[in-house]
């Protein structure tokens, strides 16, 4: 192969690398989502960005009585975007809208397709397993959105940009974030419980646990595709 034609080829691996990045955002997008709503069904609490979801939709319905816990979580996670285009509008990539549409869609999903197992009905060791799985699976699938570099939930985001603006670990920033989430949510009534405060010093932990696995996850994949 000469070099005109290796240079030819070269925007269309380059796309594909890109597609391929963003289907492993979206399918992270899931699964940190998965984890969302065993949160939310444990009855324990929520994760603290739902908190403030579900502190915002109680004042929502209000006037509009039926909007959803997604409509909400795809407005608040818009407004960041647009305040973080203020700040740094490098960090807003194709898949930072992608999990802006698709996250708040996601949670209305697995609340439906989950609610037949009445987890907030079960015994408390259940509603306990159904908290931790839910911090485990939402790490995991956080850490692939972020490794994915095609962009990061909005509300990650937050994190990730004060992170790198201060240099310090993304786990330590991400459980100051999560407080300021769940002091907002919860002055709106948002619901709260000791599965939040579980919630808020887990998940930025495990997720820099996490960040090392999902990178090589990531890369490996990649190579695959390519």
């Not at 802006?100 to 987890?119: E, K, R, V």
């Not at 769940?182 to 709106?188: E, H, Q």
Request: with cysteine; glycine share 10%; hydrophobic share 55%.
């Amino acid at each position: 192969m000469n070099q005109k034609e290796s240079a030819r080829m070269t925007p269309q691996k380059n796309l594909r690398e890109y597609i391929a990045r963003l289907v492993i955002l979206f399918l992270g997008l899931v699964v940190a989502h998965l984890g969302v709503t065993l949160f939310i069904l444990s009855s324990l609490g929520a994760d603290p960005f739902n908190v403030l979801i579900q502190g915002l939709r109680k004042l929502a319905a209000v006037p509009f009585p039926a909007v959803t816990h997604g409509m909400v979580h795809m407005a608040v996670c818009f407004l960041i975007i647009l305040v973080l285009l203020v700040v740094d509008k490098s960090y807003i990539k194709a898949g930072t809208l992608v999990c802006m549409f698709c996250g708040g869609p996601i949670i209305d999903f697995f609340t439906w397709a989950l609610g037949g197992l009445h987890i907030e009905e079960s015994a408390l060791p259940g509603k306990v397993a159904a908290l931790v799985a839910g911090c485990i699976i939402l790490a995991f699938g956080m850490t692939i959105v972020i490794r994915s570099e095609a962009g990061t939930g909005p509300n990650d985001l937050v994190a990730v940009v004060i992170s790198d603006k201060l240099k310090k670990r993304f786990g330590i920033v991400r459980v100051l974030v999560d407080f300021c989430f769940i002091l907002v949510g919860f002055v709106l009534g948002g619901t709260f419980g000791v599965g939040t405060i579980i919630c808020a010093f887990l998940v930025g932990p495990v997720a820099d646990f996490f960040m090392p696995v999902s990178e090589k996850i990531v890369k490996r994949c990649l190579k695959i595709i390519q």
